[in-house]
C-alpha cells in the first residue's frame, strides 16, 4: 500500500475534488467499452452474490495510477486490490468504488457509477459520483457545497413521512441480517408514499443529496460504496447517520439518509420493535 503523504493540508479541496472527477470520467469510459462488449466480459464471484469483473478492475487500476500521477503518495483504497487497507489518520486518502451496481452493469441495468471520496486527514474533503449510463454528474467538497452537473443542489423539504419517497438496499450480500430487514421493510412501506431498490448506493446517496428521495437505508455498506456520497448528502444540507442515530463514519457500516427533516421518524421506524 502507498504511505500517506506530509503536505495534505496544503492540497486544496478543489485541487482534490478535479483529481476525483478526471480519474472518474476516464474510468466511466473504459467502463463504457466493456458495456458495448459485456457478454465478452469474464465474471468472477468473489462470494455469493458478490461479483466483479475484468471492468471493475480495470476501471479502479486505471484510477488509482491517474491519482497517484497527480497525489503522489497518497493512499488509495479500492474496492477490488485493497479492500482491507486501513484509512490513514494523516495524509490524503482516496477511497474508490470503479464501479457501484456491477450487478446492474452485468445485467444491461442502466444504473451504476464510478464513486471517488478524498479524505485529508482522516476527514472527507471532496467526493465524486458519476452516474456512467447516464452521464451525470454529483460533486461535493467540504463547506463547498453539492452540485449536479455543475448546478448546486439541495435535499427536499418534504415533511410529511407519507408524502415521502425513501430509498433502500437489500442485504443481499449479508443473508444473516435479512430477518432485520424483513421486519423493517414493511413499517417503512406502511407509512411513506414508497419504497425504491435501484441497487447502487452511491447513487441512492445522490437521490438523497438531489431531492429525489427524501431519505434512504441500508443496513450494511462499506467504505466505497459511501465515503462520496455521505459528503453529497451532508453538503447538500441533509444528515447521514448509523442505525443507531450516531455520526455515519467512512466504515463499513449501517447507513441512514434523509433530508434531515425526516431522520429521526426513519430511525425511530427502523428501531421500532
Not at 407509512?191 to 437521490?207: E, H, I, P, Q
Not at 455498506?221 to 450516531?246: C, H, K, M, Y
Amino acid at each position: 500500500m502507498e504511505q500517506a503523504n506530509q503536505p495534505s493540508r496544503r492540497t486544496p479541496h478543489r485541487a482534490l475534488l478535479a483529481s476525483a472527477v478526471s480519474a472518474a470520467a476516464q474510468a466511466a469510459d473504459l467502463l463504457r467499452e466493456h458495456a458495448s462488449r459485456r457478454d465478452q466480459l469474464v465474471v468472477t464471484e468473489k462470494a455469493r452474490a458478490d461479483f466483479v469483473s475484468a471492468a471493475d478492475e480495470g476501471a479502479e487500476r486505471l484510477i488509482r495510477t491517474l491519482l497517484l500521477e497527480r497525489h503522489p503518495g497518497a493512499v488509495v483504497i479500492g474496492e477490488e486490490f485493497s479492500p482491507d487497507a486501513p484509512l490513514p489518520a494523516q495524509g490524503i486518502a482516496f477511497v474508490v468504488d470503479p464501479l457501484d451496481g456491477t450487478t446492474n452493469f452485468l445485467h444491461g441495468f442502466p444504473w451504476y457509477a464510478v464513486s471517488i471520496g478524498a479524505l485529508v486527514d482522516g476527514a472527507l474533503a471532496a467526493g465524486v459520483v458519476l452516474n456512467v449510463a447516464t452521464g451525470e454528474l454529483f460533486t461535493a467538497t467540504a463547506g463547498g457545497g453539492a452540485r449536479r452537473n455543475g448546478q448546486p443542489i439541495h435535499v427536499s423539504p418534504e415533511r410529511d413521512p407519507g408524502r415521502a419517497l425513501v430509498g433502500t438496499g437489500f442485504p443481499f450480500k449479508h443473508r444473516e441480517q435479512l430477518p432485520a430487514y424483513m421486519a423493517q421493510l414493511p413499517r417503512v412501506l406502511a407509512n411513506t408514499a414508497g419504497v425504491r431498490r435501484a441497487g447502487a448506493a452511491a447513487l441512492d446517496l445522490a437521490d438523497v443529496a438531489c431531492g429525489r428521495f427524501d431519505a434512504f437505508w441500508e443496513l450494511k455498506l462499506a467504505p466505497w460504496d459511501i465515503a462520496a456520497g455521505l459528503l453529497l448528502v451532508r453538503e447538500a444540507g441533509g444528515r447521514v447517520s448509523t442505525q443507531d442515530g450516531a455520526e455515519c463514519p467512512v466504515a463499513h457500516t449501517s447507513v441512514v439518509a434523509s433530508n434531515g427533516v425526516l431522520h429521526e421518524w426513519l430511525l425511530t421506524t427502523l428501531a421500532d420493535p
